[in-house]
C-alpha cells in the first residue's frame, strides 16, 4: 500500500483530505510538497439542529456512549475493563450505552463483569443519532494508535462532541488527541494502562477534565464551525473543476 501511495503521491500538485494530520503524514513520510485541500468530516448543521438534552433523574448514572459500528475490539475491550474496574470500587457508578452495527454476539462476550450495559443494533444515522447521543453524557473514541490511519484521522465523534457539548475520550499519541486538548473538550488516554479509570474517578471533581470540557463545550461556537465547513466545502469544489 506505501508503495503505490508513493507513486500516487509523487504525481501530485494537491491533496484533499478530512483531516490535517494525513497533510503532515503525507509531508512527512513521501516528502509531499503540494497544496493541501481540507475538507472534515462535519456533520450536517440541518441533522443536530434540535438536538436536544435527556432529562436526567439525580439517580441515573452518567453513562459513556460508544456510538458506531462495533470494531477495534481491543478498545473495547479497555473501555468494558476499566468500567468494571472503577464500578467495584466507587459508589458513583458509571453505566455503557453501545450503539451500532456489528456482531452483536462479540460485544457481549466482553461484557463479563458487573458494568450495567444497554446495545442497540444499527441505525439510521439522521433519524436517529440525536436521540442515541441524548442517552449518553460522555463520548468514547479511543482507537489504535499504533494503526497510522487512526493516529491521523479525524473522526465523526470529534465533531459530534462538539456540536452535542458531550465531553470526549479519546488515544494519546493521536492527532485527535492534539485537537481535543487544544480545545479542552475532553481527555486522552493510553490503551490497556490505569489513564481511563483514573478518568473516571477524577468526573465527580469541581475542576475535573470533565467539568471543564463541558463548560468548553458550551462555548464553542457551533456556527462558525458549520461556516468553515461552507468555505472547505466552496474551495474543494473549486479546486477540482480547475482539474478537470
Given at each position: 500500500?506505501?508503495?503505490?501511495?508513493?507513486?500516487?503521491?509523487?504525481?501530485?500538485?494537491?491533496?484533499?483530505?478530512?483531516?490535517?494530520g494525513f497533510?503532515?503524514?503525507?509531508?512527512?513520510?513521501?516528502?509531499?510538497?503540494?497544496?493541501?485541500?481540507?475538507?472534515?468530516?462535519?456533520?450536517?448543521?440541518?441533522?443536530?439542529?434540535?438536538?436536544?438534552?435527556?432529562?436526567?433523574?439525580?439517580k441515573?448514572n452518567i453513562?459513556?456512549?460508544?456510538?458506531?459500528?462495533v470494531?477495534?475490539?481491543?478498545?473495547?475491550k479497555?473501555?468494558v475493563s476499566?468500567?468494571?474496574?472503577?464500578?467495584?470500587?466507587?459508589?458513583?457508578?458509571?453505566?455503557?450505552?453501545?450503539?451500532?452495527?456489528?456482531d452483536k454476539?462479540?460485544f457481549e462476550?466482553i461484557?463479563?463483569?458487573?458494568?450495567?450495559?444497554?446495545y442497540?443494533?444499527?441505525?439510521?444515522?439522521?433519524?436517529?443519532?440525536?436521540r442515541?447521543?441524548?442517552?449518553?453524557?460522555?463520548?468514547?473514541?479511543?482507537?489504535?494508535?499504533?494503526?497510522y490511519?487512526?493516529?491521523?484521522?479525524?473522526p465523526?465523534?470529534?465533531?459530534?462532541?462538539?456540536?452535542?457539548g458531550?465531553?470526549?475520550?479519546?488515544?494519546?499519541g493521536?492527532?485527535l488527541?492534539k485537537?481535543?486538548?487544544e480545545?479542552?473538550?475532553?481527555?486522552?488516554v493510553n490503551i490497556?494502562?490505569p489513564?481511563?479509570?483514573?478518568a473516571?474517578?477524577?468526573?465527580?471533581?469541581?475542576?475535573?477534565?470533565?467539568n471543564?470540557?463541558?463548560?468548553?463545550?458550551?462555548?464553542y461556537?457551533?456556527d462558525n464551525?458549520?461556516?468553515?465547513?461552507k468555505?472547505?466545502?466552496?474551495r474543494?469544489?473549486?479546486i477540482?473543476?480547475?482539474?478537470?
Open positions: 500500500v506505501r508503495f503505490f501511495e508513493n507513486m500516487l503521491i509523487k504525481r501530485c500538485s494537491k491533496l484533499l483530505v478530512s483531516s490535517l497533510y503532515d503524514f503525507y509531508k512527512k513520510t513521501y516528502n509531499f510538497k503540494g497544496k493541501c485541500v481540507l475538507v472534515e468530516n462535519i456533520p450536517r448543521k440541518a441533522i443536530f439542529q434540535n438536538f436536544s438534552e435527556h432529562e436526567k433523574s439525580k441515573e453513562k459513556v456512549g460508544y456510538v458506531g459500528i470494531r477495534y475490539l481491543d478498545s473495547l479497555y473501555l476499566s468500567l468494571d474496574m472503577f464500578n467495584l470500587k466507587s459508589s458513583n457508578k458509571i453505566d455503557l450505552f453501545v450503539a451500532g452495527g456489528g454476539s462479540v462476550a461484557m463479563t463483569g458487573s458494568t450495567n450495559y444497554e442497540e443494533d444499527q441505525f439510521e444515522y439522521k433519524k436517529d443519532i440525536c442515541l447521543y441524548s442517552k449518553v453524557d460522555i463520548i468514547y473514541a479511543v482507537y489504535d494508535s499504533n494503526d490511519n487512526c493516529c491521523v484521522a479525524m465523526n465523534k470529534f465533531y459530534e462532541s462538539l456540536v452535542t458531550k465531553p470526549i475520550i479519546v488515544a494519546k493521536t492527532y488527541s485537537r481535543v486538548e480545545l479542552g473538550v475532553g481527555i486522552s490497556n494502562s489513564d481511563l479509570v483514573k473516571f474517578g477524577q468526573i465527580e471533581d469541581k475542576n475535573s477534565w470533565y471543564v470540557a463541558k463548560m468548553r463545550l458550551k462555548e461556537d457551533i464551525l458549520h461556516e468553515q465547513y468555505k472547505q466545502l466552496i474543494a469544489i473549486w477540482i473543476n480547475l482539474l478537470i
